[in-house]
């Protein structure tokens, strides 16, 4: 059976994608590159030092070091964030659907912890969550699996059992990498991009959903062997 829901944050529980590309975009411009909310999508899901990284390597500069860089990105998305982020549509729903089948629930980053606290307050959803854990506090962040582990760990339950939630390319590997049944929940302008067949189910909005998919992915679980 299906023992925990692990969900990704940025753009899946929180529409706070628009706020890090903005953020993305007038940061970079103090270095002289001019970003398009195109450009910026390339990176979506990646941490916000390999985002620096991809760009720096493209496009040098000089002026400011890329941890200054990537420093003054976070500050800005976190000042946007609080300030503008709204949930995603089907967020509280779906979260009601797992506690009211008393399935624990978890949050597992890429984001660092104090702005995961900031979404929880700002969405007022603490109180569904048991565990939420930051990939940077792992050794490496997504696409690698641990922060999928480590939040499994936290919860006390065999990865194999979970369901996770991811609307990045990146993210899903993470999960997919740590054993997980992943759903995907990708943006409307890459829902068809190849890299998301690698999830167990696609959907195109957490309203979307629904019991009967629950039931097909707890049977999945269910025949999974030990």
Not at 13 to 29: K, Q
Not at 73 to 82: D, S, T, V
Not at 171 to 180: D, E, Q, T, W
Not at 196 to 215: C, G, H, I, Q
């Amino acid at each position: 059976m299906i023992c925990a829901a692990i969900f990704d944050m940025d753009g899946l529980l929180v529409d706070s994608e628009p706020h890090w590309r903005d953020a993305e975009m007038e940061v970079f411009r103090t270095v002289g590159l001019e970003l398009t909310e195109e450009m910026c999508k390339r990176t979506t899901g990646l941490p916000i030092e390999t985002v620096v990284e991809y760009w720096y390597q493209r496009q040098p500069w000089t002026n400011r070091s890329r941890e200054e860089v990537a420093h003054e990105i976070h500050n800005k998305a976190f000042e946007y964030i609080g300030l503008k982020a709204g949930p995603m549509p089907g967020m509280v729903d779906l979260l009601q659907f797992f506690r009211e089948k008393s399935i624990p629930m978890a949050i597992a980053s890429a984001s660092p912890m104090n702005l995961i606290e900031l979404v929880i307050d700002r969405l007022n959803i603490r109180e569904f969550f048991v565990v939420w854990h930051s990939a940077t506090l792992e050794a490496r962040n997504k696409p690698h699996p641990d922060v999928y582990l480590g939040t499994a760990r936290k919860l006390g339950v065999d990865p194999a059992c979970c369901l996770a939630f991811e609307d990045s390319g990146n993210g899903l590997k993470s999960a997919h990498a740590a054993g997980m049944i992943t759903v995907a929940v990708p943006a409307d302008y890459e829902f068809d991009d190849a890299k998301f067949n690698l999830a167990t189910l696609k959907v195109p909005s957490l309203a979307a959903f629904e019991e009967p998919m629950f039931l097909a992915l707890q049977a999945e679980v269910d025949s999974t062997p030990s």
